[in-house]
């Protein structure tokens, strides 16, 4: 159909996905499902089908607290690049910690081997070098350009590569943010 062929993407898009309402949200948690993404803890590939009864929802992967504490502009730590399917009781279990402190906790208080918490991570598109170095941007550029390589691979067609906007003033992004309100 015509309308696929001439959707589109904007790359910095990614940014300002933030609305669980909006269906580029949907389709972004949909496409990594559907690329196995796995439970940070017990493994077990999140199930599309059991969102509802497995309380599966996009939860932060760099928690609120340590965001703040090392003031990281909300507008970037609150887009879909570091939002990922997980099960209410994982999010409960890491969402006070550093990446590098719950990615320990998951190896040590969990009893998960190194090589399986890395695998279950990377099922989610998420470079595991950024969590242990606690390193948000370049965690934010590595899983969002992972995202738009998703993208592209349904959309069948390029859609460009991923702007680091993370440096940019906050002021010189509203363009980006615009496109929230769009989806509202």
Avoid at 91 to 112: G, W
Avoid at 124 to 132: F, G, K, P, Q, T
Avoid at 158 to 168: K, R, V
Wanted: proline share 4%; aromatic share 10%; glycine share 4%.
């Amino acid at each position: 159909p015509r309308t696929v062929s001439q959707a589109y993407f904007q790359p910095k898009r990614i940014y300002s996905l933030r609305s669980r309402k909006s269906a580029a949200y949907k389709g972004v948690m949909a496409l990594l499902i559907k690329g196995g993404a796995r439970d940070f803890i017990s493994g077990e590939k999140i199930d599309g089908s059991k969102i509802k009864a497995d309380n599966v929802d996009m939860h932060l992967i760099f928690p609120p607290s340590f965001c703040v504490k090392k003031n990281i502009d909300k507008r970037f730590w609150n887009c879909i690049a570091n939002r990922t399917p997980m099960k209410a009781s994982t999010n409960r279990a890491i969402k006070n910690y550093s990446p590098s402190e719950y990615l320990s906790n998951i190896e040590t208080k969990n009893h998960v081997p190194y090589d399986n918490v890395r695998m279950n991570f990377e099922s989610h598109e998420i470079d595991v070098c950024a969590l242990e170095n606690d390193d948000f941007k370049l965690f934010l550029k590595n899983r969002s350009n992972a995202i738009l390589e998703l993208i592209e691979r349904a959309m069948n067609k390029a859609i460009g590569s991923m702007i680091d906007l993370y440096d940019t003033e906050v002021e010189d992004l509203q363009d980006v943010y615009e496109y929230e309100d769009e989806d509202n």
